[in-house]
C-alpha cells in the first residue's frame, strides 16, 4: 500500500506538511465525487474554467486529508487544516500522471492501449467482454481516456487482474506522450483515422503521427490494413504492425472474407498463421464490424485459439453507453444505467446519483456485479460501503450472489434471487418521491424495471444531450474573460428541455446565476433542491413574499415596481430580497430611462436596507450583424447608465448585457461582470456565425403508428387536404399541435426523418398525430421518427414557418416525456 511519504518521492514534489499517516486507496480529482474521505488523496488542478485550489475548504470540512497543490500561497495559513498532509508539486496533473505510472510499473501483464478516431470505447468492451473468458480484466470505466482520466484507470490494476485494457483520447498535440507513458501498453490497437477533433490539430497527418505515440514500445499494433493512410504511416514509423484486411492486402497477418451481412448477423472467414476458421457476428452493420475485426487480431495476438473464437464472438453484446434519467411513477425520477454493472461502473453511477439535488430518498437497484479478480465477499463489503458513503438511503439487491452476500448491507436492505421475482412482488405504491439508480449487468434484464416504474406517457420523447449542453456551455465560456460570471436563462422549463434537471446540471458545473421569468418557476427549482442564486424577471407585487421565502432575487424594472417592492419590505425589514435593476437601454421592452433612473436613485439612497445585487440590459439586435452598430450604441449607454447607478449607491454591483448571440459578438469587448446565456445553451447559435461550434442538445422523437396504401384520387385527413395526385404510402406519427407540433408544417411545409430518409407532411396536421408520405421509403409501423435534431437542425425547421428556433423549442408541450443522458 502506497504512503503519502512515497507519493513525494514518485511525483518529485515537496512536502509541505505531513503531520499524519492516512490510508492511500483512492485518487480524488472532483471535489464533488468523494466517496471515502479519508482513504482518498485530492489533486487540486487547475482547469480551464475551475481551480481545484478553491475546493480545499469544502474537502477539509468533508474529511479529507491528504492533498496535492500547485500552490501553497493560495492556502495561506496551513494551520486551518492541522490534520491535513500537503505535498506541494509543480503540475498536479503531471504529478497524478507520474503516480500513476509508477503504480503500472509494478505489474507485468500484458496492457493493451486503444486509440483513434471512433469505436475505442467499444473496442475497449468488447475486448473486455472477449478476454474475460479466460482472463481477470481490468479496463477504463466509461470512455474515460483523458490526462485525467488514463491515470485513474490505471490506478485500479491490482496483483488479482490478468490483462489491462485502456483507452486513450487525445485533442492536441503533446498530450499522447503523456498518457503513452503512463499506460505503458504492450499491445496497441489503433482503431480508425476520422476528422473527429480536428480543431487542436494543424493537419490530419500531425493528428495521426500524434496518436501513433501511443505504440512507441508496443510489442506489436492491430491495426486495419485496408486504410491506406494509417497503413503507410505505421510502416513509415517503423511500429510493428499487425494488419487485417477484408481486401486481400498483402501486409496483412490476418486475411478476412466477409460471407454474408444481413439482418443482423455477418459471417466472416479468417485465415491466420496458416489455420482458418468461420465465425458469426451478431450484427451487421460496417461500424461495428470494424470494431469486432480489430479485437478478433488483438485475440489471435494474444494467442486464443481460433476454435475458441466463434463461441466468444456469438455473446458479443452491444455497449450501452448512455446512461439515461426519466421521470417515473409517483413524483420518482429513475436512472437508467445499462452500462456493464462492474465496480468501476458503479461507482460513476453513483455518483450521478449523488448528484441530483432532488430532495426524498436515493435508492439503488443492483444485480450482481460482473467484476473480475475480487473475492466475492471483498466486492460486497466494498459495494456496501461505497453505497453508504455516497449516502444511499435504499438499496434493493438482485441476483443470487449479492443475496448470498446481504448482511454486509444495511438493515432495511431487499434481495430477490431474480429480476421477475422482484417484479412480482412490485406495487407502485412501493416507490414514492425517490430518486431510483437502476444498475444491472445485461443477463438481468433491468430494462422490465425501468418499463415498469417508468411513468405510462405516449411514444414522443425530447432526448436532451446533457454533455452536448455542458459542451456549448465550456464553448460560451471559452468567449468571455475568465472571470466573468455566467447566468444562465432557464425560463420557459429551460427552453422546453426540463428546468430542474438543467438546473441541477447546471449547479454541478458552477455557474453564477439562474434566472427565470415567473416567481413559480423559481420556486419549482428550489423545491427540487437548487441553491444557486435565481433572478426572476417578471415578478408581480404579489410575489414578492414568496420570493423572500425562497430567497429569490426580483428584477426591478420601473419606479412604479421599486415602490411596490418597499411596500412589501419598509425600512429595516429583516431578509429583503437583492434586487437586480434593469436598464432600457434600446430594446423598450422593459426598463428603467434615465429620468426614471434618476428617480429609482433618489429612492434607493433612502433605503440602505435594500442591495442593489446586479444592474442590467437586454439587446434588441445582438442576432444580426446589421445592428452591430446600434448594438455598440447599446452597451455604451449601458456603461454610462451603469456607473451612474454605482456612484448613486455608493458600492459596486455586477454589471451584465450580453445574451448568447452577444456573446459571440461582443464577448470580448463587452462581458463586463457577468452574461447571461440563453438559447445557445441549448445549441442554437442564434448570431449564425458560429453554429459548427455547438453541438445539437434536443431532439424530438416519435414513432410510426401505421403505414397506408392510398389509392390515387383519395385524400389524407381533416378537411381533406390532403390529397394523393397518385398511389402514395402514408405513415401515420405520433405527433401532433397538441405536442407542440406546429400546424403551419402542414401539407408539405414540414418534414420528419424516418430511418434517415426525409419525409413531408401530407395533410392537416392533427391535434395528436400527423401523416407523412413515405411513398418509395422502407417504412414500417414502430419505425423511430426524428421530428427535430442532429440531422434535421430546428434552423431550418423554423425557417421553413417564418419563425425563429426559441418558439419551436419551448413549444414542445410538457407532456412530451424528456429523458436525459450522458453520451
Ligand atoms: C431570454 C433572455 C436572455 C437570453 O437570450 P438568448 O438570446 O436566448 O441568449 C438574456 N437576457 C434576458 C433579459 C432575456 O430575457
Not at 471512433?118 to 466509461?142: D, F, H, M
Not at 429513475?334 to 448528484?355: E, F, K
Not at 452598430?629 to 458600492?651: C, H, N, P, W
Amino acid at each position: 500500500m502506497f504512503s503519502f511519504k512515497e507519493i513525494a518521492q514518485v511525483t518529485g514534489g515537496m512536502l509541505v506538511q505531513c503531520p499524519g499517516a492516512y490510508p492511500v486507496q483512492h485518487l480524488l480529482t472532483d471535489s464533488r465525487k468523494i466517496a471515502n474521505a479519508v482513504s482518498s488523496v485530492f489533486f487540486a488542478i487547475r482547469g480551464e474554467f475551475h481551480d481545484g485550489h478553491q475546493y480545499l475548504p469544502e474537502l477539509y470540512e468533508a474529511g479529507v486529508r491528504q492533498f496535492v497543490v500547485e500552490d501553497a500561497s493560495g492556502l495561506m495559513d496551513l494551520s486551518t487544516y492541522p490534520e491535513a498532509n500537503f505535498l506541494l508539486v509543480s503540475n498536479s496533473v503531471q504529478a497524478l500522471q507520474r503516480l500513476a505510472a509508477y503504480h503500472r510499473r509494478k505489474f507485468h501483464i500484458p496492457v493493451i492501449g486503444i486509440t483513434g478516431s471512433n469505436g475505442k470505447t467499444i473496442v475497449k468492451e468488447w475486448l473486455a467482454q472477449l478476454l474475460s473468458v479466460s482472463e481477470r480484466v481490468v479496463k477504463s470505466p466509461r470512455s474515460y481516456n483523458s490526462q485525467i482520466g488514463v491515470p485513474l484507470s490505471v490506478w485500479q490494476i491490482n496483483e488479482s487482474h490478468t490483462v489491462g485494457v485502456f483507452e486513450a483520447g487525445i485533442s492536441q498535440p503533446e498530450e499522447m506522450a503523456h498518457l503513452a507513458s503512463v499506460l505503458q501498453p504492450t499491445l496497441g490497437v489503433f482503431t480508425n483515422l476520422g476528422p473527429a477533433h480536428d480543431e487542436g490539430f494543424a493537419s490530419t497527418a500531425q493528428k495521426l503521427e500524434e496518436k501513433l505515440k501511443l505504440f512507441e514500445h508496443v510489442q506489436q499494433l492491430v491495426y486495419c490494413a485496408d486504410q491506406a493512410t494509417v497503413r503507410e504511416a505505421v510502416q513509415q514509423a517503423g511500429l510493428p504492425g499487425f494488419g487485417w484486411s477484408t481486401q486481400g492486402h498483402p501486409s496483412a497477418q490476418v486475411q478476412l472474407n466477409v460471407l454474408e451481412m444481413h439482418q443482423g448477423k455477418t459471417k466472416v472467414r479468417f485465415r491466420y498463421a496458416g489455420q482458418g476458421q468461420d465465425l458469426v457476428l451478431p450484427f451487421s452493420d460496417e461500424a461495428s464490424l470494424e470494431n469486432a475485426l480489430h479485437c478478433l487480431a488483438a485475440l489471435l495476438y494474444l494467442g486464443v485459439k481460433p476454435e475458441e473464437l466463434p463461441a466468444r464472438f456469438e455473446r458479443l453484446a452491444p455497449v450501452a453507453m448512455r446512461l439515461e434519467r426519466k421521470e417515473a411513477i409517483n413524483g420518482c425520477y429513475v436512472i437508467d444505467d445499462t452500462y456493464n454493472n462492474d465496480l468501476a461502473g458503479l461507482r460513476i453511477a453513483l455518483d450521478v446519483l449523488g448528484q441530483q439535488a432532488r430532495r426524498g430518498r436515493k435508492t439503488l437497484i443492483v444485480s450482481d456485479l460482473l467484476e473480475a479478480g475480487v473475492e466475492e465477499k471483498a466486492l460486497y463489503q466494498q459495494v456496501a460501503q461505497e453505497v453508504t458513503a455516497r449516502g444511499v438511503d435504499r438499496v434493493i439487491g438482485i441476483g443470487d450472489i449479492i443475496t448470498r452476500h446481504q448482511d454486509l448491507f444495511p438493515a432495511g436492505s431487499e434481495f430477490y434471487l431474480g429480476t421477475d421475482s422482484f417484479l412480482g412482488q412490485l406495487r407502485s405504491e412501493t416507490f414514492r418521491q425517490e430518486t431510483i439508480l437502476v444498475k444491472g449487468a445485461r443477463i438481468f434484464q433491468f430494462e422490465k424495471i425501468v418499463a415498469a416504474l417508468q411513468q405510462q406517457v405516449h411514444g414522443t420523447v425530447l432526448e436532451v444531450n446533457l454533455d452536448a449542453l455542458v459542451h456549448n456551455l465550456n464553448y460560451y465560456r471559452s468567449k468571455v474573460p475568465g472571470p466573468t460570471k455566467i447566468m444562465v436563462m432557464v425560463k420557459a422549463f429551460a427552453y422546453g428541455a426540463g428546468s430542474y434537471e438543467i438546473g441541477n446540471l447546471l449547479q454541478f458545473h458552477r455557474v453564477d446565476y439562474l434566472a427565470v421569468a415567473y416567481t413559480d418557476e423559481g420556486v419549482a427549482l428550489r423545491e427540487h433542491g437548487i441553491t444557486l442564486p435565481i433572478m426572476v424577471m417578471n415578478p408581480s407585487p404579489d410575489s414578492f413574499l414568496k420570493m423572500q421565502q425562497y430567497s429569490l432575487e426580483p428584477e426591478i424594472y420601473s419606479p412604479d415596481l421599486l415602490h411596490r417592492f418597499l411596500d412589501y419590505f419598509p425600512e429595516k425589514s429583516p431578509q429583503t430580497p437583492a434586487i437586480h435593476l434593469k436598464l432600457d437601454t434600446g430594446m423598450h421592452r422593459l426598463g428603467f430611462d434615465d429620468a426614471e433612473l434618476e428617480e429609482a436613485l433618489a429612492v434607493l439612497d433612502q433605503v440602505p436596507h435594500v442591495r442593489v445585487q446586479s444592474v442590467f440590459s437586454h439587446l434588441a439586435g445582438a442576432d444580426e450583424a446589421l445592428y452591430n452598430d446600434f448594438t455598440r450604441e447599446q452597451i455604451a449607454r449601458f456603461r454610462q447608465m451603469s456607473a451612474k447607478v454605482e456612484q448613486g449607491l455608493g458600492y459596486s454591483v455586477t454589471k451584465h448585457i450580453l445574451n448568447s448571440a452577444g456573446i459571440v459578438r461582443f464577448g470580448e469587448e463587452a462581458a463586463f461582470d457577468m452574461v447571461r446565456l440563453g438559447i445557445g445553451l441549448y445549441g442554437v447559435e442564434s448570431s449564425g456565425s458560429e453554429q459548427s461550434s455547438l453541438q445539437t442538445v434536443g431532439q424530438l422523437k416519435t414513432t410510426v403508428s401505421q403505414v397506408k396504401s392510398i389509392k390515387a384520387g383519395d385524400t389524407v385527413g381533416y378537411s381533406r387536404r390532403g390529397i394523393a395526385t397518385t398511389h402514395k404510402q402514408t405513415a401515420t406519427i405520433a405527433i401532433g399541435y397538441a405536442d407542440g407540433y406546429d400546424r403551419r408544417f402542414g401539407n408539405g411545409v414540414g418534414e420528419v426523418l424516418i430511418n434517415g430518409q426525409r419525409a413531408p407532411i401530407i395533410g392537416n396536421v392533427c391535434m395528436d398525430m400527423c401523416m407523412v408520405d413515405v411513398t418509395g421509403l422502407d417504412v414500417r409501423a414502430g419505425d423511430e421518427v426524428l421530428v427535430f435534431g442532429e440531422e434535421l437542425p430546428l434552423t431550418e425547421l423554423a425557417a421553413r414557418i417564418g419563425t425563429i428556433p426559441y418558439e419551436l423549442l419551448t413549444n414542445v408541450s410538457t407532456r412530451v416525456k424528456r429523458v436525459f443522458f450522458n453520451a
